[in-house]
T-cell receptor, first 113, second 115 residues
Framework: GQQLNQSPQSMFIQEGEDVSMNCTSS?????WLWYKQDPGEGPVLLIA?????ELTSNGRLTAQFGITRKDSFLNISASIPSDVGIYFC?????????????FGKGTKLSVKP | GAVVSQHPSWVICKSGTSVKIECRSL??????MFWYRQFPKQSLMLMAT?????????EQGVEKDKFLINHASLTLSTLTVTSAHPEDSSFYIC???????????FGPGTRLTVL
């Protein structure tokens, strides 16, 4: 099925460092979503973006909805060990009451204490 | 609020048997439920979308006769993997959506291992 281009695939950083990851698509979306998935668990929503150009923060996390509606980035500032996990972007296009999510391939984040 | 549960959390079965996975929205009514499959180190791939009281819509390449979906109520959807084979071993995750177009809440997933 259709997927987004998410990069990097993996990151290994030192605790306290900032992290940046992004997603691009050839299609436009109405909504961009960022999820974190821990091993053996379902994805947990971190940030949802609804308008082109929107910049939203959730604690140490900041995400932006690209102005072209075809890309988004997620930044994590001052990383801590519990940030370890896999981060997925997801784009959503809907014309009715519910729209399918298209997921990126994920960014695996490892944090060294 | 917006809690989605799945049962069982993991299951091991013999090849050729059928397995049923339940997805429940615990504190809200889900107008739509989605079923995803995730292979190791890969992303979530949508299998099917179901609306309460109607037939599920399957994604291309997903066999509807093998993956039976029932969405009998606004709080429960079931996925039955019929005649399971080892290649069906995967992590199955459901999500539940409300009337708001952008809200989908994910369950914790079910690990299926077919021997």
């Amino acid at each position: 099925g259709q997927q987004l281009n998410q990069s990097p695939q993996s990151m290994f950083i030192q605790e306290g460092e900032d992290v940046s990851m992004n997603c691009t698509s050839s299609s436009i979306f109405n909504t961009w979503l960022w999820y974190k998935q821990d091993p053996g668990e379902g994805p947990v929503l971190l940030i949802a973006l609804y308008k082109a150009g929107e910049l939203t923060s959730n604690g140490r996390l900041t995400a932006q909805f690209g102005i072209t509606r075809k890309d988004s980035f997620l930044n994590i500032s001052a990383s801590i060990p519990s940030d370890v996990g896999i981060y997925f972007c997801a784009g959503q296009w809907y014309g009715g009451s519910q729209g399918n999510l298209i997921f990126g391939k994920g960014t695996k984040l490892s944090v060294k204490p | 609020g917006a809690v989605v549960s799945q049962h069982p959390s993991w299951v091991i079965c013999k090849s050729g048997t059928s397995v049923k996975i339940e997805c429940r929205s615990l504190d809200f009514q889900a107008t739509t439920m989605f079923w995803y499959r995730q292979f190791p180190k890969q992303s979530l791939m949508l299998m099917a979308t179901s609306n309460e009281g109607s037939k599920a819509t399957y994604e291309q390449g997903v066999e509807k006769d093998k993956f039976l979906i029932n969405h009998a109520s606004l709080t429960l959807s079931t996925l039955t993997v019929t005649s399971a084979h080892p290649e069906d071993s995967s992590f199955y995750i459901c999500s539940a959506g409300t009337d708001r177009a952008n809200e989908q809440f994910f369950g914790p997933g079910t690990r299926l291992t077919v021997l």
